[in-house]
Nanobody, 116 residues
């Protein structure tokens, strides 16, 4: 498994979770890392992404509540999720864009469930 995500679970609305994703240390030249999510009956959507230089991008629905960060040297990325809402319930997928050779890697997904 090249991307291993963890940290999902069940939490009440207003609570927090921290997702972690580790890319294999043998993978070099990762440029972008990010988190996507897919709720039942919906398309997969971008939640947050971060470049190797630290520039971040967030979906409007999570701005101010979620924070993405990464450790380039260890191929790690985290997603701190605060003030969770029931509409955040989804399977969350870690993603990595590798430059050489160019490819898009996906983790298996971790379930996040927010109860009202």
């Amino acid at each position: 498994v090249q991307l291993q995500a963890s940290g999902g679970g069940l939490v009440q609305a207003g609570g927090s979770l921290r997702l972690s994703c580790a890319a294999s240390r043998t993978i070099a030249s990762i440029v972008d890392m990010g988190w996507y999510r897919q709720a039942p009956g919906k398309q997969r959507e971008l939640v947050a992404s971060i470049t190797s230089g630290g520039s971040t991008n967030y979906a409007d629905s999570v701005k101010g509540r979620f924070t993405i960060s990464r450790d380039n040297g260890k191929n790690l990325v985290w997603l701190q999720m605060n003030n969770l809402k029931p509409e955040d319930t989804a399977v969350y997928y870690c993603n990595a864009v590798v430059l050489t050779p160019r490819r898009n890697l996906w983790g298996l997904g971790t379930q996040v469930t927010v109860s009202s």
